[in-house]
């Protein structure tokens, strides 16, 4: 397959606080009500927030992302043939409170990472490679750009992409003594005020398929990964290059490979979370980008709505903006109060607008100064 002949997303599914499915998931973002309730799952006494996105009942994570994917899979229409030659790319984070055990008396505990994925893959009938990505807040997102590269380059003819975190108090009680969760209970991207972020609930399975490979078995076409860029930092261990020096990077690459002009992105789905530095260098990071027209291009961050969900992040929101796109408006940034100075964008804040183009760049970041860009484009 040639380099840029566009990667096909031919089945997704979603599972967040905004509820279960792809049509839940595009109707919470629309609707802009944060899901953001307080938190049952785990005790929250003593905590500075108390407050996250979350299902009131999930399963283990290793029985929802099982869920995740073979529900994908048949909305991409893969029988037991296709699967059976699908790798499994699985971005999770580790530890046992990621995997909530099950009650006493109710059969085998879920596989620790990374176990997993080969537990997942044979669970759902996948028989190609697995890999398991652990890499923070990029970890979904460079899954999807290495099976990019791979399917690209004609290694590989399919790919299931899966992510999974659910909110656990190991990393929420790290967030919140750090003073990284949002005090007021609100997360607030790009906007005055803005307090941190909120954690989410997200288990999430994409399938990702040659052009090739897609038309010959007649599959849907929900989207396409036109291109897809990383880069990084290494600037400070916690924070980004105030000036976005590796988020621009990241997105410049993208549009590189898609072989589109920065003209052509009609709506960015930032990483931003609500946290007065990193967004501020993500406006820088826009604004080297595309110049001038960094302030016209429609802007919003849905982690206002369903909240950080760490690992599983950039899966979710690559959802999200296929999603969008797809039914053609754009969803709104919420929590917005008022303007940052060093924030100049044009962030969507009151309802949701009709998109543009049909070109899209999802955003992602993490700790270490990892960075990731996703552009898709509606089919």
């Known amino acids: 397959m040639a380099e840029r002949e566009h990667l096909r997303i031919t089945g997704v599914h979603a599972v967040s606080a905004l509820g279960r499915g792809a049509d839940a998931l595009l109707a919470g973002v629309l609707a802009g009500a944060?899901?953001?309730?307080?938190?049952?799952?785990?005790?929250?006494?003593?905590?500075r927030v108390t407050v996250a996105a979350t299902l009131p009942e999930v399963g283990t994570l290793a029985d929802e992302l099982t869920d995740a994917v073979d529900r994908a899979c048949r909305a991409a229409g893969l029988d037991r043939t296709h699967r059976a030659g699908a790798a499994l790319f699985l971005a999770t984070h580790g530890g046992p409170h990621s995997l909530p055990a099950r009650p006493a008396g109710g059969g085998d505990t879920a596989p620790e990472v990374p176990a997993l994925a080969g537990h997942l893959a044979r669970r759902c009938g996948l028989g190609?490679?697995?890999?398991?990505?652990?890499?923070?807040?990029?970890s979904a997102s460079t899954a999807v750009a290495d099976a990019a590269t791979l399917i690209g380059r004609g290694d590989l003819d399919r790919v299931v992409v899966a992510a999974g975190?659910?909110?656990e108090p190991d990393q929420y009680a790290l967030f919140d003594a750090g003073r990284a969760l949002a005090a007021d209970g609100a997360v607030r991207p790009f906007s005055a005020g803005r307090k941190g972020l909120l954690l989410g609930d997200a288990?999430?399975?994409?399938?990702?398929?040659?052009?090739?490979?897609a038309a010959a078995r007649g599959a849907p076409t929900v989207a396409t990964v036109a291109g897809w860029g990383r880069a990084g930092d290494a600037y400070h261990p916690c924070q980004p290059h105030p000036e976005g020096h590796g988020l621009a990077r990241a997105a410049e690459a993208a549009l590189r490979r898609a072989g589109l002009p920065a003209a052509a992105v009609?709506?960015?789905?930032?990483?931003?979370?609500?946290?007065?530095?990193?967004d501020a260098s993500e406006a820088a990071a826009l604004g080297r980008v595309f110049g001038a027209a960094a302030g016209r291009i429609p802007v919003s961050s849905t982690k206002s709505v369903h909240g950080h969900a760490l690992e599983a992040s950039g899966l979710l929101e690559l959802v999200v903006t296929v999603l969008t796109l797809g039914h053609g408006k754009l969803p709104v940034n919420a929590g917005w109060l008022g303007p940052d100075d060093s924030c100049p964008l044009d962030v969507i804040t009151d309802a949701p607008r009709?998109?543009?183009?049909?070109h899209a760049l999802t955003l992602n970041a993490a700790f270490g100064g990892a960075n990731t860009a996703l552009l898709v484009s509606a089919p």
């Open 34 to 47: 944060p899901a953001f309730t307080p938190v049952r799952r785990f005790d929250t006494i003593g905590r």
């Open 266 to 278: 009609g709506y960015v789905n930032a990483n931003a979370t609500g946290t007065p530095y990193s």
């Open 165 to 167: 975190y659910l909110v």
């Open 128 to 138: 190609g490679r697995t890999r398991t990505y652990t890499t923070a807040c990029v």
């Open 354 to 358: 009709p998109a543009p183009t049909p």
């Open 203 to 213: 288990v999430v399975a994409v399938v990702l398929e040659s052009a090739r490979a």
